[in-house]
């Protein structure tokens, strides 16, 4: 009976889901990082401000491995006085983390090529059952790991773990991801 199945639990329209994980990828330098930011600041505040309805508000956490932190308060200071939301706002529901401070790093490769799960995966966890995060934004994935871009089975590996992080924290996670950088002088 269709009907009795649970309804999706979206966060974000068609975008974040409990539970699952999204993959937002584009080019080098095209934004991903503030699309990222605005979009856990609709979430926290249940602003259209993407383009995207809001079915349910929620703390969000970023983990940015690329950016250092002032960098990211830039970012979010941007998207708050584009969008004119205080600061208090968003207080206690948006937590920031740069990877400059401490790297997000899920998993390794070890000399045979078997994929290792390190503490992060449990750490995340912990953190965001501790607090309540519904939905964690990874910027950018191909910082979270150490195994090779180029095997799909390990890079399945890291997406199982990151698969196990949202459904063991209830959590929608969002990992950024870059394409391939074009040729130098390329005109793309």
Known sequence: NVSMLPRRRWLLEGTMLRGNVTVEVAPPGAGKSTLGIQQAVAIVTGRTIT?????????????????????????LAAVLQHWDIRFSEIRSQLALNSGADRPLLI????RAGNVIRLPDVDGC????????????IVDPFVETHEVSENSN????????????????????????????????????
């Open 107 to 110: 998993a390794k490769a070890d």
């Open 51 to 75: 383009g995207h309805q809001v079915h349910e508000q929620s703390k969000v956490w970023v983990y940015n491995n690329e950016d250092d932190g002032d960098e990211l308060k830039r970012r």
């Open 125 to 136: 966890i912990h953190h965001i059952k501790a607090h309540g995060i519904g939905v964690f």
């Open 153 to 188: 089975e390990q890079i399945k590996a890291v997406a199982v773990m990151f698969r196990e992080i949202a459904r063991a924290g209830s959590c929608a996670v969002m990992l950024v991801h870059h394409t391939a950088k074009p040729p130098q002088g390329s005109s793309d």
